[in-house]
């Protein structure tokens, strides 16, 4: 057997390097790679490499509240999105928290604002860690008010 935990379709988790803690995020066995809904993003230099800044509303329900994140910038890629429609998108390698459970995610920065979730945790971010079971929700971790 394996060491991975179950988790549901919709989970809370940590992206501590970025200051975000408890965002509820859509579990999606159907996309290849994480995203993120972001805001100004501004490429920067950070400590001489490339990085990008970029804003964050990690209440869904409350658009006056801001994060303002930086991170080195780890790739550019071209993503095709669920509507069909390719762009280009930063990549940003950040450690990830859910429950217990602490690793490293590749998130692309995205234009998620008609979306339910905020975040999408793709294939690549789960296939090593987690088993999902779809028809549960905050198995593995839990949403506080």
């Not at 095709?80 to 762009?87: D, F, H, P, V, Y």
């Not at 998130?107 to 079971?133: C, E, K, N």
Request: glycine fraction near 6%.
């Amino acid at each position: 057997m394996t060491d991975r935990m179950i988790i549901g379709h919709i989970e809370a988790i940590d992206l501590p390097e970025l200051g975000i803690s408890q965002l509820p995020v859509r579990v999606d066995t159907g996309a290849q790679t994480s995203s993120l809904h972001v805001d100004n993003i501004k490429r920067v230099k950070i400590k001489g490499k490339p990085g990008i800044e970029f804003d964050i509303h990690p209440e869904i329900h409350n658009v006056e509240t801001i994060t303002h994140c930086s991170a080195l910038l780890h790739d550019v890629r071209k993503v095709k999105s669920s509507n069909g429609l390719s762009e280009q998108r930063y990549v940003v390698k950040t450690p990830a928290i859910l429950g217990d459970h602490k690793w490293n995610i590749e998130i692309t920065l995205t234009d998620r604002s008609d979306m339910t979730y905020l975040m999408l945790l793709g294939r690549q971010a789960i296939s090593d860690h987690f088993y999902v079971d779809v028809s549960q929700t905050f198995i593995s971790s839990t949403l506080e008010e």
